[in-house]
């Protein structure tokens, strides 16, 4: 259906062949693609006699891709390809950059959309009870990904187009494309955002058109089965988009902090929930805090007009909250945030306002612990009775693994956590309780400040565990690598 050579397009390229010290050229590819042109057959109306509900929706199938093709030759022919010429001389100001920034990959998609016109144009016009066009939509859904990428990109190219429209000559070039009759009227940025309302568009009709062909049809079979890819690639879609703004959100935030590259605090799977002052409740008065809700941890700081500093964290999977009913002044603002590491008051503008922190951090702290319960009620494997390895250990159970030595003095003492009793001295060898894996990520912040060395840790890592404390901190050991570990993080010790 596609082959390999027609999604090229044009992207920006560096040159490799430079000078010594000399920076890399940004040069602008020639494009490959070969558009259709605006009064192609493929854009003339088909008649469809119309009999029923899905002939009806079959017609509107094929006008809605045939107007969609037209705008997206358009835009690419008028709007892009004479920017790319720009960039090339170097009018306006427009950069290779710029050019990549708003457009993407717009030309594999028209690529895409053209051959689709092509085989939807053919079926359609040649419309009868019997004609089919679900194995047309079944070869071309998975090709939808395309979109994805596009997607991802539309807020920066959105944010680029507008920037360059404070510059004149840009400017009075956009307006000059706009002011033709093949533009119908619209302006760059409808052009813009018709990719992404286009995926929406294809599962409503797909949907319906599917509804209305009954199930003992030979094209049934084909329209749910592509109805299915589609969904799929739709929600992978927006699940593209959403991660990609929450990374965007999340590094915003991060920004208001100093240091936050050295400390840690972007992370993966983090994200930013909320943020807001709240009083924190000290034994004499209370003071205004910063607090700042993420998808694992709770952090509070000092309020500034500039850069915050990195405060206080608190683990969510060891957090939770209780609610003060009315506070001495007849307030109902008030509610408690407890830890293994800090418990305090905190007083909330207003009811709505508390309200609000209670409900994201306990449901936050409760998808958590779904989440490690799922993990825990898997299947577990009993390890083997010579040498644990991560790749045959996947659950606590006792072995009779090798000693192992640590090499460093550890003694108790994390701070803000209870003291750990005895010590692990150099030579001691002291043999694993048993091998549990990791169901979270945990990377130790450089601004904690211990006395004792903590172990970094991905999620599914295999951790070999020498002391277990009430406190909740056990010694693990990973690799060639030894340290203090959250046991919260692991999975639950299966007893033998």
Known sequence: FLAAED????????SSKKKKGEKPVQQVSTSTLSLLPLDSPFFQKVSVE????????????LLTEQSYVRSMVFFVRYFKQPLVQHAISGKMGVTPVHLQQIFSNIEDIVNLNQRLLEQLHARISDWSDTQKIGDVFSTMTPFLGLYTLYSINFDTANSVYKELMERKDFRSFIEEVQEKT???GLAFGAYLIMPIQRIPRYRMLMEDFLKNTSPDHEDHPKLASALAVLLNVAGKVNEAVAEAENRQKM????KKFEGYKEQGLITPGRSFIMEGDLHKVCRKDSKKRTFFLFSDILLYTNPSSGKYKIGTILQLNQVSVEDVPEDTKGANCTFQIKSNTKSFSAIAPTPEDKAKWMTAITQRVDEMAAKANSFIQKKTVEAPASVATDNEVKACAVTSAPKVTITNKRQGGVAGIASFEGSVSETEEVPPICVLEALFDY???SNEMTTTTRLP??????LSILRQDSSGWWLAEMGDSIGWVPASYLEEPIKL
């Open 457 to 462: 840790f991905k999620q599914g890592d295999a």
């Open 182 to 184: 093949e533009c119908l």
């Open 443 to 445: 990377q130790p912040a």
């Open 7 to 14: 999604m090229a397009s044009p992207h920006v390229k560096r």
């Open 50 to 61: 119309i009999h029923s509900r899905r002939d009806r929706i079959v017609e509107e199938i």
């Open 251 to 254: 590094l915003n935030v991060a």
